[in-house]
């Protein structure tokens, strides 16, 4: 192997190295073990996801869990790009499938005219806490959103009254992302949508809706979730009651309505919305950690920063955000919905063709995302500027040892570790902190004698 190798700096700033690694590196174990009697009762049960995904977390970018090489035969370069986890709290992989997403549907959504609707919930009534303690309702409540929202584009779509009765069968084209976190990762559910500006008829024809109602809309919102939540055992009848009688204004529901995006001629900007409502929950260009101390400090543009005293607090507000295996994010509705295969039409012949042609309009290659993010393109060898050949991944043990050792990369910094919260003192036992001031995960030391 040449001596020429070395891993790109490109990846090396996406998660690994970053203040959120280095945090997990320093309590997320700890973190797991006091969590219910610390959080517990405040925060609810720890999400089951939580111990799978730090592990995954703390594997991203790291050359010591496997990579791909690159080679330039002409340069006689070549370099090792460590894998992804691929985790769906990861910044830096959430970024990417963002990009793929959002690029993907602005090529293809049909043209015409879309809305950006963004429905939220109060805090009143303790509602937001009971979206955080019961994940499912998520789901259940964005069903509910879609169909009221269905229901009510059609009544509002003005027709031929020889064609009222298929206006009840029309539908708008929806696609609905649902976002748990707020400001400073508080807890915050709202449903993202892009929707058609009018209604699609069973034939295909296509209504505008034109004016939009927001009254109206946000009156229908509120009924529905409240008969929905108050179905569900999840709140009394009277309370539901209390909050259907006060003013719109005032009730802590609201129904955002944008201005209308025009496809094609719009587009950069229809991607914009779309990337921003998959976008990550906690940007890691905003995050910063103490080592000393253990204090986490996020600092978002235009906004007050939000700091947390200790590690340990920033993670039990994180980890609420980490959704359940299978747990739908994104919700293809109406006109769009996955059965119709508006979005991805199947033609005949399409198994032939997708045989001999590569996959387009679905997945956008991973140095084209690179390039689009930083603006380097990491197929290009950084003599010659030619494109890089791939080799081989390396995935096995004895080959990583052997060629991280050689190249002298994938060493752990030592660092003065972090300090416990004050208050749990009493819960860790000392004998963890005196036998090593590194950094170093516990066990991942067995790399080097292998």
């Known amino acids: 192997m040449s001596s020429c190798a070395q891993v790109p700096l490109y990846r090396q700033r996406e998660f690994h190295q970053s203040p959120l690694w280095r945090l997990l590196v320093d309590h997320g174990e700890d973190f797991l073990k006091v969590y219910d009697s610390r959080y517990g009762e405040s925060h609810g049960p720890l999400p089951l996801q939580s111990a799978k995904v730090m592990e995954k977390l703390l594997r991203c970018g790291d050359p010591r869990y496997g990579l791909t090489l690159l080679h330039c035969p002409e340069c006689q370069i070549h370099m090792a790009v460590p894998f992804s986890c691929k985790t769906r709290v990861c910044p830096s992989c959430i970024n990417r499938r963002a990009e793929v997403l959002s690029h993907s549907l602005a090529e293809k959504l049909p043209e015409g005219d879309y809305r950006h609707l963004v429905v939220t919930l109060p805090k009143k009534m303790g509602l937001r806490k009971r979206f955080q303690l019961d994940t499912r309702l998520h789901r259940q409540i964005g069903r509910v959103v879609h169909r009221v929202l269905t229901r009510w584009m059609a009544r509002q779509v003005g027709c031929h009254r020889n064609r009222r009765e298929e206006r009840d069968q029309a539908k708008p084209g929806i696609i609905m992302a649902v976002q748990s976190f707020g400001s400073g990762l508080r807890p915050h559910v709202h449903f993202h949508i892009l929707v058609t500006d009018g209604v699609y008829f069973p034939d295909g024809s296509y209504f505008a809706l034109g004016f939009w109602d927001q009254p109206s809309l946000l009156s229908e919102l509120r009924h529905s979730i409240l008969k929905s939540l108050v179905a569900r055992n999840c709140l009394q009848p009277e309370t539901a009651k ?68 200790h590690a340990y607090d920033f993670l039990a507000e994180w980890v609420q955000h980490i959704p ?4 739908h994010q994104v919700t293809y509705a109406g006109h769009f919905a996955n059965a119709l295969g508006h979005l991805n039409p199947k033609q005949e012949g399409q198994v032939e063709e997708l045989t001999d042609k590569p996959r387009s309009g679905k997945w956008v290659k991973w140095r084209t995302l690179i390039l689009r993010t930083w603006a380097v393109d990491p197929e290009l060898c950084p003599r010659c500027q030619k494109e890089m050949k791939r080799a081989k991944a390396l995935v096995q043990q004895h080959e990583l040892n052997r060629l991280l050792k050689n190249l002298g990369i994938g060493l752990y910094p030592t660092r003065p570790r972090s300090p416990p ?15 090593s001031d590194s950094q170093v995960p516990a066990g991942w030391d067995d790399w080097e004698a292998a």
């Open 242 to 309: 209390l909050l259907e009688s006060w003013p719109l204004d005032r009730s802590g529901f609201s129904a955002f309505v944008g201005d209308p995006i025009s496809q094609p001629a719009d587009r950069p900007r229809l991607q914009r919305v779309l990337n921003y409502i998959l976008r990550p929950a906690l940007p890691l260009k905003h995050l910063s950690y103490v080592e000393a101390t253990g204090q986490v400090r996020f600092s978002p543009p235009r906004s007050v920063p939000k700091v947390w005293e």
């Open 324 to 327: 359940r295996a299978r747990q």
């Open 421 to 435: 919260p004050p208050s749990l003192g009493q819960d860790l036992e000392e004998s963890q902190f005196a036998d």
